[in-house]
């Protein structure tokens, strides 16, 4: 980012997660299939799974971005690996520590577009 902005402002760790970054010229519907498949396939446990979607200008103001998504993301079938629908499996194991935090609060100007369930 600082190679095409070097005033940018930036300090940036994903913790071996990437970022998904979907700008205007995406294609919405797209950007939504991909960032969903992303984030919820492998239930989110790949080390290559999209976790912080990174929205540049009018997408992170868009109604219809955010309609788009918590529709794709409520479609999704959750279940276990030998039900061939499931389209999300469960964890490897019981939420722990910072990731019971994840899954229950919220900080600063965060808010949830869909909260989290336990199934």
Known sequence: ???????????????????????????????????????????????????????????????RFARQLADAVRSLRAGWPSDPLAEVGPVVGKPEGKLVLALSELEGVEWWLLGPALL
């Open 1 to 63: 980012f600082r190679s095409w902005r070097p005033d940018l402002p930036l300090l940036a760790e994903t913790s071996g997660k990437n970022a998904m970054i979907i700008t205007p010229l995406a294609d919405l519907v797209l950007a939504v299939a991909d960032l969903v498949k992303s984030a919820f396939g492998h239930a989110g446990q790949k080390c290559s799974a999209a976790s912080p979607a990174i929205l540049v200008g009018p997408v992170g103001r868009s109604q």
